[in-house]
């Protein structure tokens, strides 16, 4: 397997555009979760998907942010309008289940930096 | 709300010598996981530690968990230039959710 897939990579846009990054989880796995990554507040877990079904959203910033899973295989992160304070490096990551529950290992993609200006 | 703190948050040493690095909370967690990140990539799993006072090993790097579950620590001995790379300790909440700490930034220097 390829392992967890994200793109772009890097992203450049405007403050006040439409941001969307976009990540294909390993196959198989049914946990999807997306993080944003920054100097000051390390890593923190956005939103997480069980099944396609988003669980638990506490994480998500403002309503600026949307994220959607509509098949097993493609989930999507959306900014809307984006703003200078969302720079930073967006993480997905996918596992076969919660840690807590069969102690699998989340499998993380290798992000996409995001610089509004 | 369930925090890790992690320390030193850099440190820049010599190739051979020893390194520990902490992880704290005042909140109990259900394990613990440290994960080694390199620039330009996503995290990657090193261990997952479980039980109270479980130490695992991976070649030159001990890991360790407190008795309490509330804190963890990191040992590096006779640290190589290929071990420099950023270091996150993660406790598993009870809902399964990962808490990250935030970081210690490792350079080992030839």
């Known amino acids: 397997d390829a392992g967890v897939i994200q793109s772009p990579r890097h992203e450049v846009t405007e403050m006040g555009q439409e941001v969307t990054l976009r990540c294909k989880p390993i196959?198989?796995?049914?946990?999807l979760f997306w993080y944003r990554q920054t100097m000051m507040r390390g890593l923190e877990l956005l939103i997480y998907?069980?099944?396609?079904?988003?669980?638990?959203d506490s994480g998500m910033p403002e309503d600026r942010f949307s994220a959607k899973m509509p098949n097993a295989s493609f989930s999507t992160l959306k900014i809307q309008p984006s703003e200078p304070r969302d720079s930073a490096v967006y993480f997905c990551?996918?596992?076969?289940?919660?840690?807590?529950?069969?102690?699998?290992?989340?499998?993380f993609g290798a992000g996409t930096r995001l610089s509004v200006l | 709300t369930q925090l890790l703190e992690q320390s030193p948050q850099f440190l820049s040493i010599q190739e051979g010598e020893n390194l520990t690095v902490y992880c704290n909370s005042s909140?109990?967690?259900?394990?613990l996981q440290w994960y080694r990140q390199e620039p330009g990539e996503g995290p990657v799993l090193l261990v997952t530690v479980v039980t109270g006072g479980e130490v695992k090993k991976l070649k030159r790097l001990t890991f360790q968990f407190g008795d309490a579950r509330k804190d963890s620590s990191l040992h590096i001995t006779a640290a190589q230039p290929g071990d420099t790379g950023l270091y996150l300790c993660?406790?598993?909440?009870?809902?399964?959710?990962?808490?990250f700490g935030q970081g210690t930034t490792l350079q080992v220097k030839p």
């Open positions: 998907f069980n099944n396609n079904v988003p669980i638990d």
């Open positions: 993660a406790g598993e909440a009870y809902t399964g959710k990962l808490i």
């Open positions: 196959s198989g796995h049914d946990y």
């Open positions: 990551a996918s596992s076969s289940g919660l840690a807590g529950v069969a102690k699998n290992i989340q499998y």
């Open positions: 909140s109990v967690f259900s394990s």
